[in-house]
Antibody, heavy 120, light 109 residues
Framework: QVQLQESGPGLVKPSETLSLTCAVS?????????WGWIRQPPGKGLEWIGS???????YYNPSLKSRVTISVDTSKNQFSLKLSSVTAADTAVYYC?????????????WGQGTLVTVSS | DIQMTQSPSSLSASVGDRVTITCRAS??????LNWYQQKPGKAPKLLIY???SLQSGVPSRFSGSGSGTDFTLTISSLQPEDFATYYC???????????FGQGTRLEIK
């Protein structure tokens, strides 16, 4: 059974960098698939942040591209998100998920999500 | 970029009702359309992928249809556990740039 678990600080100061890690168990990242980050501001809808292929190729939401870096560490079977210059608008629940490479590319496995609040 | 528009934004229905939610893409996305269910405080759950394929373990009362720009999610007979928010999602382009619909909140009448 594939499982994903987000971790990282729950509180980040404005203008600083948000950093989260997603630990994957039950599947080896290096075996394939895309891996992605999605966020959801309180009471609002889902927003895709970006995805990374097991080879390390990255794809970002154009609206966030200038501030986002996603990386993968196959030795630890985890991938990470960095979002720079955060503001209150970046307060959200952040989810990591696996993106199936088959047609339609759905997110088939999700982490439970972690709330990150941007506040001084 | 491809925009996804769901309708209605919210919906009230009763147990046993047949419910349909619509998702429209701003350009053709073939069948690159997925549907999710999200309950409060939980991660989204994949229901339908590739417009009409039922994800393993999902009850058969859920079905999806459509291709191109217009898609529907149908729940044939609402059960108490189906009251939730539903999202569509497209990932048509290569490399994949992904967008979600704004969501449809399904409430008990």
């Amino acid at each position: 059974q594939v499982q994903l678990q987000e971790s990282g600080p729950g509180l980040v100061k404005p203008s600083e960098t948000l950093s989260l890690t997603c630990a994957v168990s039950g599947y080896s990242i290096s075996s394939g698939y895309y891996w992605g980050w999605i966020r959801q501001p309180p009471g609002k809808g889902l927003e895709w942040i970006g995805s990374i292929y097991h080879s390390g190729s990255t794809y970002y939401n154009p609206s966030l591209k200038s501030r986002v870096t996603i990386s993968v560490d196959t030795s630890k079977n985890q991938f990470s998100l960095k979002l720079s210059s955060v503001t209150a608008a970046d307060t959200a629940v952040y989810y990591c998920a696996r993106l199936d490479v088959e047609m339609a590319r759905p997110f088939d496995y999700w982490g439970q999500g972690t709330l990150v609040t941007v506040s001084s | 970029d491809i925009q996804m528009t769901q309708s209605p934004s919210s919906l009230s229905a009763s147990v046993g009702d047949r419910v349909t939610i619509t998702c429209r893409a701003s350009q053709s996305i073939s069948s690159y359309l997925n549907w999710y269910q999200q309950k409060p405080g939980k991660a989204p759950k994949l229901l339908i992928y590739a417009a009409s394929s039922l994800q393993s373990g999902v009850p058969s009362r859920f079905s999806g249809s459509g291709s191109g720009t217009d898609f529907t999610l149908t729940i044939s007979s609402l059960q108490p556990e189906d009251f939730a928010t539903y999202y569509c999602q497209q990932s048509y382009s290569t490399p994949p740039e992904i967008t979600f619909g704004q969501g449809t909140r399904l409430e008990i009448k």
